[in-house]
């Protein structure tokens, strides 16, 4: 395979007409330059530049090569450039995002709004996440996943927090947990709702209450925090939800569960290929800033 370094080596000789200042210009020395002149007239098989006087002169050959070689060195250039930041503005993409309902319905409308100001003729494609597959992204049918981050996801996806968040008791308005403390014994007497994306029965919360010898009785089981919010609301069951999702619902009583359970991290993940991309950047930084506190 051609050295394809000898295409700048080439375009600077015919620029210049001269093995020395062809050679300054690359900082090489005249030696090394003539060498490399060798190699173009051994790989083209023609002379490409001839003594004529105290200077070199183009061949016919070198005459015709001279704009193609000019024009492909510059585009190559231009594709090896650093990003630049760019217009949103005048920037026409659909990004796809994979998250939950209840992210969309807690921050949806502000990250719309934030990207509407910039760049009006970006669109979002919102798919909602039934698991935590990571290959919707290597695949780039996702540019960007939402969710509580999974110490398994593998090292080919970036990850960025987003915010923190814990898990809180909601009912409805007038429910009896709404009265009072609301003590182990009162939360575990209940019935309640569990999400599970994977139909389990259950999680976290009851490890942690057979880990102080209680148990709850878990009525019924769905698979995303907005639906556990929406019968709550209409129900005498308990629901166990992530606190910034429930910050605007006053027709629902939030209280903080009798037990101690880990804080978690909800994030964003993107393939490594879109990392430096100047649009994918600006989105994230969207984001962040929707998501901040």
């Not at 020395?29 to 023609?46: E, Q």
Request: hydrophobic residues 45%; glycine residues 6%.
């Amino acid at each position: 395979m051609p050295d394809l370094n000898l295409l700048i080596t080439l375009d600077v000789l015919l620029a210049e007409g001269s093995v020395e200042r062809a050679a300054k210009r690359l900082h090489l020395s005249p030696s090394a330059m003539s060498r490399a002149l060798a190699r173009l007239r051994h790989t083209t098989g023609d002379p490409l530049l001839v003594r004529a006087g105290r200077g070199l002169v183009p061949t016919p050959h070198a005459l015709a090569l001279r704009e193609q070689v000019s024009r492909l060195v510059q585009e190559a250039q231009a594709a090896l450039r650093p990003a630049q930041a760019v217009d949103m503005a005048q920037v026409e993409r659909t990004f796809t995002l994979r998250t939950s309902e209840e992210f969309i319905e807690c921050f949806g409308a502000a990250l719309l709004r934030r990207i509407a100001q910039e760049a009006p003729d970006v669109r979002l494609r919102l798919l909602s996440k039934t698991d935590k597959d990571t290959a919707p992204l290597r695949d780039a049918r996702v540019d960007l996943d939402i969710g509580v981050v999974d110490p398994s996801a593998g090292p080919e996806v970036l990850t960025q927090a987003l915010f923190r968040d814990r898990l809180v008791g909601v009912v409805r308005n007038g429910h009896p947990l709404s009265r009072g403390t609301v003590s182990l014994r009162r939360y575990a007497e209940g019935q309640h709702l569990y999400v599970s994306r994977r139909g389990q029965d259950r999680g976290q919360i009851d490890d942690a209450l057979q880990a102080l010898g209680v148990t709850r009785q878990i009525h019924t089981i769905v698979a995303g925090f907005a639906t556990a919010i929406a019968l709550a609301r209409d129900t005498d069951l308990i629901a166990s939800v992530p606190e910034r999702y429930i910050a605007q619902r006053n027709e629902l009583f939030c209280f903080e569960l009798p037990l101690s359970l880990p804080t978690f991290s909800v994030a964003m993940l993107w393939h490594p290929r879109l990392d430096a991309d100047p649009a994918h950047r600006w989105l994230r930084g969207c984001l962040r800033e929707v998501c901040g506190p």
